[in-house]
């Protein structure tokens, strides 16, 4: 093989975090960067010699190109097989599927989620490990490592082959073997969820919209729900992958959603709307005047899983990250299986379902999973909701209503103030757990505090401990604040609030969760001082 040795230098701030490193596009396009972390994580995961490994992404701007330089540097390291999406393609569950299936030591996923795209967009890359998720905390301290020390990285001079046809060719030593990106993940739904129950369901005159955003899911659900399911050509909408997301933000939430809101809301209505993320991983339930939260979703979705024929047998457990709302908690306790209260981040879920100790997980940023695969999947969940809408008979809201009826409802919401000075949201995160001891006992905005704390986890399969993950702040009417500090951006930091409380009595289900949380909304503020350190008179997203 003719492999180039290219000396090079540590570059500052290449440290993973919960969905390994992000940067805007230009970043990653400078010479030498997108290198210098593809070389440190080969190295941090122990080398790839003789190494299977799954590559893909989410079709953004530069994905193509990166994806070559990662086949040049992985032949150039070793590699045995690199199976890759067609043009690139693969939605985060599909890989994480793909690398199940195949049995690869891993994969490499680019990706910035839900962050906008194109050359002046976001831009991101993460390695998912054989059990298809996200890297734990050990191999991405290894990878940080390698950035900081790394003097030179490997990269075949020949260029990577094409990603446009479906086959196996050679590069170096190292087979290329360019795979049908939707095929597979086709398969695997119609294991999970009764394909002929809801093919009958559009049959009957059900109507959906699904809006995929420009992003990668638009493949995946052209193919299922207007090809498998026989849904009418046009439920699913802005269904070609497009580099920048048609100018748009790939978030599925009711800013960046807003026209499939819009519709959810009018008289011209559909039966039910959903909507994903750029990689796939995210989504969003409407019904006809009802937007379903995430944290509702997950407790819905585990409380009627055994509806969908993967499921039969019911659930091990149930887990939920921190910040998402307790309703799952309540469907745990009522089926008498164990639930689970975990840092936000995938990986922290893969030990439970790795050891089967859980069968479904959640968190409140609109992703819910199972253990089908070890991320979160965007369709899936819009899938299994189609399957308990047909399995019921009844509408979303019809679902939503009974399932507050017998459980009672977390009425929740969540304030991000995006892009603040980054010294603003540490300081103020650090001045909230210094106040930590005095908060108990203190009255904000009418309500008493009665604990408070920063949220640390023990992982009950391998002992490790994870701390400061998020101040909690729960009140003596069992009313609850969080507060963290994002991870997801490039730039500046985005300050989380999250605010709920429990309210049983079904004559006040029907209430507006904003006007319900008033008081809490106003003791978060006052407890942390939010508007008066950013300047901001309102959250800039609420969900």
Not at 130 to 154: Q, S, V
Not at 236 to 254: E, I, R, S, T, Y
Not at 258 to 287: H, K
Not at 487 to 507: H, K, N
């Amino acid at each position: 093989m003719n492999v180039e040795i290219v000396s090079t230098a540590p570059i500052e701030g290449q440290k993973p975090g919960t969905s390994g490193l992000r940067k805007k596009t230009a970043v990653f396009m400078k010479p030498g960067y997108l290198e210098n972390y593809v070389q440190a994580v080969i190295e941090g995961v122990g080398g790839v010699t003789g190494r299977t490994l799954v590559v893909g992404g989410d079709g953004r701007f530069f994905n193509d190109k990166a994806i070559g330089i990662i086949l040049r540097m992985l032949a150039a390291n070793g590699a045995a097989r690199a199976i890759v999406g067609q043009n690139g393609m693969l939605s985060t569950p599909a890989a994480s599927n793909l690398i199940r299936k195949r049995k690869a030591f891993g994969g490499i996923v680019l990706s910035a989620s839900h962050n906008p795209g194109g050359p002046d967009g976001d831009f991101g890359l993460k390695f998912n490990v054989a059990n298809g998720g996200p890297a734990p905390e050990p191999i991405t301290d290894a990878i940080l490592a390698r950035t900081k020390d790394l003097t030179e990285y490997r990269i075949l001079r020949e260029d990577a082959p094409s990603l446009a046809t479906i086959g196996e060719t050679r590069l170096g030593d190292m087979a290329v073997e360019i795979v049908d990106p939707v095929a597979d993940y086709v398969a695997l739904m119609e294991t999970l969820v009764d394909f002929e129950r809801i093919r009958k369901l559009f049959a009957s005159g059900f109507s959906l919209r699904f809006d995929a955003m420009h992003a990668v899911t638009g493949p995946y659900a052209k193919a299922i729900l207007e090809g498998e399911l026989g849904a009418p050509a046009g439920t699913v909408v802005n269904a070609v992958p497009l580099p920048d997301f048609g100018g748009h933000h790939p978030d599925p939430n009711p800013v960046h959603a807003a026209e499939l809101f819009d519709l959810m809301f009018s008289p011209e209505a559909p039966d039910m709307g959903a909507a994903s993320d750029g990689d796939g991983d995210r989504n969003i339930v409407l019904g006809r005047g009802i937007s379903v939260s995430p944290s509702d979703s997950l407790a819905v979705l585990a409380a009627n899983i055994h509806h969908a024929k993967g499921y039969r047998d019911g659930l091990k457990g149930i887990a939920r990250s921190m910040p998402t709302s307790r309703a799952a908690d309540r469907v745990a306790e009522k089926l008498g299986v164990a639930s689970f209260e975990t840092p936000t981040g995938w990986k922290f879920f893969g030990n439970l379902l790795d050891a089967g100790r859980v069968t479904i997980c959640g968190e409140e940023s609109a992703g819910t999973g199972s253990d089908h695969v070890r991320e979160k999947d965007g369709l899936w969940a819009i899938l299994l909701w189609l399957d308990i809408v047909a399995a019921r008979g009844q509408s979303v809201a019809e679902i939503l209503t009974d399932h507050w009826r017998d459980y009672g409802r977390d009425f929740y919401t969540r304030h991000d103030y995006e892009g603040i000075d980054t010294a603003i949201g540490d300081e103020l995160m650090a001045d909230l757990r210094a106040s930590l001891d005095t908060l108990p006992g203190r009255t904000f905005a009418g309500l008493k505090v009665s604990a408070a704390d920063d949220f640390a986890y023990e992982d009950p399969t391998d002992g490790s401990v994870t701390r400061r993950q998020g101040v909690r702040v729960m009140f003596e009417n069992g009313a609850r604040a969080v507060f963290r500090l994002s991870g997801t951006g490039t730039e500046g930091a985005t300050l989380r609030a999250y605010l709920e409380a429990f309210e049983p009595d079904p004559s006040r289900h029907g209430q507006d969760s904003q006007e319900v949380l008033a008081d809490v909304i106003a003791a978060a503020d006052e407890i942390a001082g939010i508007r008066q350190r950013t300047g901001r008179t309102a959250p800039d997203v609420v969900t």
